[in-house]
């Protein structure tokens, strides 16, 4: 079993940037597909982006292809999300989540095993 903990979550004006972290326990982390998901008031928790394993495989949602950049670093147990270019719509709770199974890049929150608690991401217009 893992245990994730995301940090760097606050409020930033619009086009501005936050880095996102979560750090996982145990020394599976490798092992490990990552999915960082959001979910904005009266919506539904949705994938924004994915990694594989080793780090070389990305995915991302359209809505933040190009300003989203989701990275890892399996020498620290650690997934991040850089922000940029936020806007009023990236406010929400964001999510990082581990998945053990084989493949990578799901999309689905059933599909993943593992959840954080989350981070606020405020953006203001």
């Known amino acids: 079993q893992v245990q994730l903990v995301e940090s760097g979550g606050g409020m930033v004006q619009a086009g501005g940037s936050l880095r996102l972290s979560c750090t996982a326990s145990?020394?599976?982390?490798?092992?490990?597909?990552m999915g960082w998901f959001r979910q904005a008031p009266g919506k539904e928790r949705e994938i924004v982006a994915a990694?594989?394993?080793?780090?070389?495989?990305?995915y991302y949602v359209h809505s933040v292809k190009g300003r989203f950049i989701i990275s890892r670093d399996n020498a620290k147990n650690t997934v991040y999300l850089q922000l940029n270019s936020l806007k009023p719509e990236d406010t929400a709770v964001y999510y990082c989540?581990?998945?053990?199974?084989?493949?990578w890049g799901r999309g689905r929150v059933f599909e993943y095993d593992y959840w954080g608690q989350g981070t606020q991401v405020t953006v203001s217009s």
């Open positions: 989540a581990a998945d053990r199974k084989p493949g």
């Open positions: 145990g020394r599976t982390f490798s092992t490990y597909a």
């Open positions: 990694i594989d394993r080793s780090g070389a495989g990305t």
